[in-house]
Protein backbone atom coordinates (compact mmCIF):
# COMPACT_ATOMS: atom_id res chain seq x y z
CA UNK A 1 0.00 0.00 0.00
CA UNK A 2 2.83 2.36 0.81
CA UNK A 3 4.51 2.02 -2.63
CA UNK A 4 0.85 2.54 -4.84
CA UNK A 5 0.75 6.18 -2.41
CA UNK A 6 4.46 6.85 -3.16
CA UNK A 7 3.28 6.35 -6.99
CA UNK A 8 0.38 8.88 -6.60
CA UNK A 9 2.68 11.25 -4.53
CA UNK A 10 4.90 11.50 -7.65
CA UNK A 11 1.55 11.30 -10.17
CA UNK A 12 0.10 14.48 -7.92
CA UNK A 13 3.95 16.08 -7.79
CA UNK A 14 4.24 16.03 -11.50
CA UNK A 15 0.17 17.06 -12.24
CA UNK A 16 0.61 19.12 -9.67
CA UNK A 17 3.83 21.42 -10.42
CA UNK A 18 2.89 21.36 -14.05
CA UNK A 19 -0.43 23.11 -13.46
CA UNK A 20 0.90 25.43 -10.88
CA UNK A 21 3.62 26.29 -13.31
CA UNK A 22 1.33 27.24 -15.84
CA UNK A 23 -1.41 28.87 -13.87
CA UNK A 24 1.28 31.08 -11.35
CA UNK A 25 3.58 32.08 -14.38
CA UNK A 26 1.47 35.65 -14.16
CA UNK A 27 2.38 35.73 -10.63
CA UNK A 28 5.85 34.37 -11.09
CA UNK A 29 6.52 37.25 -13.99
CA UNK A 30 5.24 40.31 -12.15
CA UNK A 31 7.28 39.11 -8.73
CA UNK A 32 10.35 38.70 -10.77
CA UNK A 33 10.00 42.46 -11.94
CA UNK A 34 9.77 43.43 -8.34
CA UNK A 35 12.46 42.22 -6.97
CA UNK A 36 15.03 43.34 -9.79
CA UNK A 37 13.09 47.13 -9.23
CA UNK A 38 14.27 46.73 -5.58
CA UNK A 39 17.93 45.68 -5.06
CA UNK A 40 20.73 44.48 -7.41
CA UNK A 41 21.02 41.13 -8.34
CA UNK A 42 19.59 38.19 -9.78
CA UNK A 43 15.98 37.26 -9.40
CA UNK A 44 16.46 33.23 -8.08
CA UNK A 45 18.55 32.30 -5.06
CA UNK A 46 20.14 28.83 -6.01
CA UNK A 47 21.20 27.15 -2.82
CA UNK A 48 22.58 23.38 -2.46
CA UNK A 49 20.64 21.01 -0.08
CA UNK A 50 20.38 17.69 0.77
CA UNK A 51 17.68 15.60 -0.84
CA UNK A 52 16.60 11.89 -0.73
CA UNK A 53 19.36 9.67 0.52
CA UNK A 54 21.35 12.78 1.57
CA UNK A 55 21.83 13.47 -2.05
CA UNK A 56 22.98 17.02 -2.84
CA UNK A 57 20.80 19.14 -5.03
CA UNK A 58 20.34 22.73 -5.98
CA UNK A 59 17.00 24.40 -4.29
CA UNK A 60 15.12 27.22 -6.54
CA UNK A 61 13.99 30.26 -4.70
CA UNK A 62 12.56 34.11 -5.49
CA UNK A 63 15.62 35.88 -3.72
CA UNK A 64 14.65 37.81 -1.13
CA UNK A 65 18.01 39.11 0.16
CA UNK A 66 20.69 41.79 -0.74
CA UNK A 67 23.32 39.75 -3.20
CA UNK A 68 25.90 37.51 -0.60
CA UNK A 69 24.02 37.55 2.02
CA UNK A 70 25.06 34.53 3.27
CA UNK A 71 28.50 36.01 4.31
CA UNK A 72 27.31 39.22 5.99
CA UNK A 73 25.49 40.07 9.12
CA UNK A 74 24.10 36.66 11.09
CA UNK A 75 25.12 34.58 7.74
CA UNK A 76 22.62 31.43 7.65
CA UNK A 77 20.50 32.61 10.51
CA UNK A 78 17.96 35.06 10.01
CA UNK A 79 16.26 36.06 13.66
CA UNK A 80 13.91 38.76 12.93
CA UNK A 81 12.27 40.53 10.26
CA UNK A 82 13.95 43.37 10.79
CA UNK A 83 17.10 41.65 9.47
CA UNK A 84 18.38 44.17 6.98
CA UNK A 85 19.37 42.20 4.74
CA UNK A 86 15.66 41.42 4.07
CA UNK A 87 14.79 43.29 0.72
CA UNK A 88 11.73 45.21 0.82
CA UNK A 89 9.46 42.73 -1.78
CA UNK A 90 11.58 40.15 0.01
CA UNK A 91 9.66 40.75 3.35
CA UNK A 92 6.33 40.51 1.73
CA UNK A 93 7.78 37.04 -0.22
CA UNK A 94 8.60 35.52 2.87
CA UNK A 95 5.47 36.76 4.81
CA UNK A 96 3.52 34.67 2.45
CA UNK A 97 6.08 32.28 1.38
CA UNK A 98 6.06 33.36 -1.97
CA UNK A 99 9.69 33.10 -2.32
CA UNK A 100 9.00 28.97 -2.27
CA UNK A 101 7.33 29.14 -5.61
CA UNK A 102 9.99 28.34 -8.00
CA UNK A 103 10.39 25.14 -6.07
CA UNK A 104 7.85 24.02 -8.54
CA UNK A 105 10.53 23.27 -11.25
CA UNK A 106 12.38 21.36 -8.32
CA UNK A 107 9.61 19.04 -8.12
CA UNK A 108 8.75 18.60 -11.48
CA UNK A 109 12.54 17.59 -12.08
CA UNK A 110 11.83 15.07 -9.58
CA UNK A 111 14.66 16.72 -6.92
CA UNK A 112 11.20 17.42 -4.50
CA UNK A 113 8.18 16.57 -3.52
CA UNK A 114 5.08 18.88 -3.19
CA UNK A 115 5.15 17.84 0.29
CA UNK A 116 7.91 16.05 2.77
CA UNK A 117 10.59 17.38 5.06
CA UNK A 118 12.06 20.37 4.13
CA UNK A 119 15.58 20.15 2.91
CA UNK A 120 18.61 21.19 5.01
CA UNK A 121 21.28 23.05 3.49
CA UNK A 122 24.53 20.49 3.41
CA UNK A 123 26.20 22.63 6.10
CA UNK A 124 23.45 22.78 8.87
CA UNK A 125 22.39 21.66 11.37
CA UNK A 126 24.73 19.12 10.67
CA UNK A 127 28.15 19.07 8.27
CA UNK A 128 27.27 16.89 5.51
CA UNK A 129 24.78 13.89 5.68
CA UNK A 130 26.95 11.21 6.79
CA UNK A 131 27.18 13.62 10.08
CA UNK A 132 23.66 13.08 11.25
CA UNK A 133 22.91 11.00 13.90
CA UNK A 134 21.33 7.52 12.59
CA UNK A 135 17.82 7.75 14.06
CA UNK A 136 18.08 11.64 11.63
CA UNK A 137 19.09 10.30 8.71
CA UNK A 138 15.61 8.22 8.41
CA UNK A 139 13.96 11.68 7.27
CA UNK A 140 15.88 11.48 4.05
CA UNK A 141 14.60 8.28 3.03
CA UNK A 142 11.20 10.41 1.47
CA UNK A 143 11.85 13.11 -1.26
CA UNK A 144 11.69 16.90 0.54
CA UNK A 145 9.17 18.88 0.19
CA UNK A 146 8.22 21.98 -0.30
CA UNK A 147 5.92 22.35 2.37
CA UNK A 148 5.43 19.36 5.14
CA UNK A 149 4.42 18.86 8.75
CA UNK A 150 6.90 20.60 10.13
CA UNK A 151 6.15 23.97 8.27
CA UNK A 152 2.18 23.66 8.57
CA UNK A 153 3.01 23.46 12.81
CA UNK A 154 6.26 24.96 14.19
CA UNK A 155 7.83 26.63 11.13
CA UNK A 156 10.75 28.06 12.57
CA UNK A 157 9.70 27.90 16.25
CA UNK A 158 11.85 25.38 16.99
CA UNK A 159 15.44 24.21 16.59
CA UNK A 160 16.42 21.52 13.38
CA UNK A 161 16.62 18.11 15.91
CA UNK A 162 13.20 18.94 16.94
CA UNK A 163 11.74 19.94 13.44
CA UNK A 164 13.15 16.66 12.51
CA UNK A 165 11.78 14.92 15.03
CA UNK A 166 8.28 16.13 13.66
CA UNK A 167 9.23 14.76 9.76
CA UNK A 168 9.71 11.41 10.94
CA UNK A 169 6.10 11.26 12.47
CA UNK A 170 4.90 12.80 9.23
CA UNK A 171 7.15 9.65 7.38
CA UNK A 172 5.32 7.48 9.59
CA UNK A 173 1.67 8.42 9.04
CA UNK A 174 2.31 9.13 5.34
CA UNK A 175 -0.02 8.87 3.09
CA UNK A 176 -2.06 10.46 0.16
CA UNK A 177 -4.44 11.90 1.87
CA UNK A 178 -2.59 13.29 4.67
CA UNK A 179 -0.67 15.06 1.86
CA UNK A 180 -3.84 16.70 0.47
CA UNK A 181 -4.77 18.09 4.19
CA UNK A 182 -1.26 19.54 4.40
CA UNK A 183 -0.90 21.14 1.04
CA UNK A 184 -4.58 22.53 2.21
CA UNK A 185 -2.88 23.86 5.86
CA UNK A 186 -0.55 25.14 3.79
CA UNK A 187 -2.94 27.61 2.35
CA UNK A 188 -3.86 28.40 5.27
CA UNK A 189 -0.45 29.24 6.45
CA UNK A 190 -0.08 31.63 3.67
CA UNK A 191 -3.28 33.45 4.09
CA UNK A 192 -2.57 33.74 7.74
CA UNK A 193 1.59 32.88 8.16
CA UNK A 194 3.19 32.87 12.00
CA UNK A 195 6.41 31.33 13.04
CA UNK A 196 8.46 32.47 10.26
CA UNK A 197 11.75 33.29 11.97
CA UNK A 198 13.63 32.06 14.51
Request: charged share 25%; aromatic share 12%.
Amino acid sequence: MRQFNLLIKRIIDLVGSILGIIFLTPFIIIISILIKLDSKGPIFFRQKRLGKYGEPFYILKFRTMVENAENIGDGLTVKTESDSRITKIGHFLRKTSLDELPQLFNVLKGEMSLVGPRPPVTYFPYNGYENYPEWAKKRFSMQPGVTGLAQTTVRNSVNWDERMKIDLEYIERFNIYYDIQLIFSTIGRVIKPSNIYN
